[in-house]
T-cell receptor
Framework: GQSLEQPSEVTAVEGAIVQINCTYQ??????LSWYQQHDGGAPTFLSY??LDGLEETGRFSSFLSRSDSYGYLLLQELQMKDSASYFC?????????WGAGTKLIIKP | EAQVTQNPRYLITVTGKKLTVTCSQN?????MSWYRQDPGLGLRQIYY???????DKGDVPEGYKVSRKEKRNFPLILESPSPNQTSLYFC??????????????FGSGTQLSVL
C-alpha cells in the first residue's frame, strides 16, 4: 500500500532548530510536498521537492532523498507562531497521499 | 482576493437527512478536490475533479457524491449521512494538477456532526 510515516509530535524551544522527518512508500512518486496547518485552520502550502537535495524558503527548508524514500522539513529560529501541525504529502499519479501529520509544540 | 470558499463552516445534522457542502474557487483552477480530516489519520481524499464534468473517486468515496457542472463550483453531497461521516471537511483546488509541483489552495473547512 501507499503510506507516509512522520512522527506524531515534536517538541522544541523557541529560537531553536527542529527537523520533522517523513519516510514514504508510494507508487508513481514524483515529489514531496509540505503543508502547515494551525489549529482550526486550513492547510497551507510550504514547499515542494521534485529533485534530491535541499530547498530553502526563508526560515524553512525541505530536503528529499529519493534513494532513501525520505525527506524532512527543517524549521530554523523557531517562533511561537510556528506551533502547528506539519504534513508531508507525496505527489503521485495526480493525487496527493498524505502523512498523518506532526504536531510541533514550541516552548518559550 | 484569490480564495476557495466553503459553506457552511459548521453543520450539525441528523442521520439520513441529505445535505450539501458548497465549494467555490475564483482562481479559474482546473483541479478541485474534497478531503476529510480525522484525528490521527491526516487528510484523506474523497473525490477529485480534473476539469468540468470530469470527476473521480479518491480513497474514501463511499457515502458521498460530487458534481462539477461549472469550473468554479464543486459541491459535496451526502445523500444519507451517517455518524461515521462526522468529520472536518476541506475543499481544495489547484491550477492544473498535471504540473507535478502544483500546490493546493484550501477552503477554511466545514466541521460536520451527524447525530
Amino acid at each position: 500500500g501507499q503510506s507516509l510515516e512522520q512522527p506524531s509530535e515534536v517538541t522544541a524551544v523557541e529560537g531553536a532548530i527542529v527537523q520533522i522527518n517523513c519516510t514514504y512508500q508510494t507508487s508513481g512518486f514524483y515529489g514531496l510536498s509540505w503543508y502547515q496547518q494551525h489549529d482550526g485552520g486550513a492547510p497551507t502550502f510550504l514547499s515542494y521537492n521534485g529533485l534530491d537535495g535541499l530547498e530553502e524558503t526563508g526560515r524553512f527548508s525541505s530536503f528529499l532523498s529519493r534513494s532513501d524514500s525520505y525527506g524532512y522539513l527543517l524549521l530554523q529560529e523557531l517562533q511561537m507562531k510556528d506551533s502547528a501541525s506539519y504534513f508531508c504529502a507525496s505527489n503521485s499519479n495526480y493525487q496527493l497521499i498524505w502523512g498523518a501529520g506532526t504536531k510541533l509544540i514550541i516552548k518559550p | 482576493e484569490a480564495q476557495v470558499t466553503q459553506n457552511p463552516r459548521y453543520l450539525i445534522t441528523v442521520t439520513g437527512k441529505k445535505l450539501t457542502v458548497t465549494c467555490s474557487q475564483n482562481m479559474n483552477h482546473e483541479y478541485m478536490s474534497w478531503y476529510r480530516q480525522d484525528p490521527g489519520l491526516g487528510l484523506r481524499q474523497i473525490y477529485y475533479s480534473m476539469n468540468v464534468e470530469v470527476t473521480d473517486k479518491g480513497d474514501v468515496p463511499e457515502g458521498y457524491k460530487v458534481s462539477r457542472k461549472e469550473k468554479r463550483n464543486f459541491p459535496l453531497i451526502l445523500e444519507s449521512p451517517s455518524p461515521n461521516q462526522t468529520s472536518l471537511y476541506f475543499c481544495a483546488s489547484s491550477h492544473d494538477y498535471r504540473q507535478k509541483d502544483e500546490k493546493l489552495f484550501f477552503g477554511s473547512g466545514t466541521q460536520l456532526s451527524v447525530l
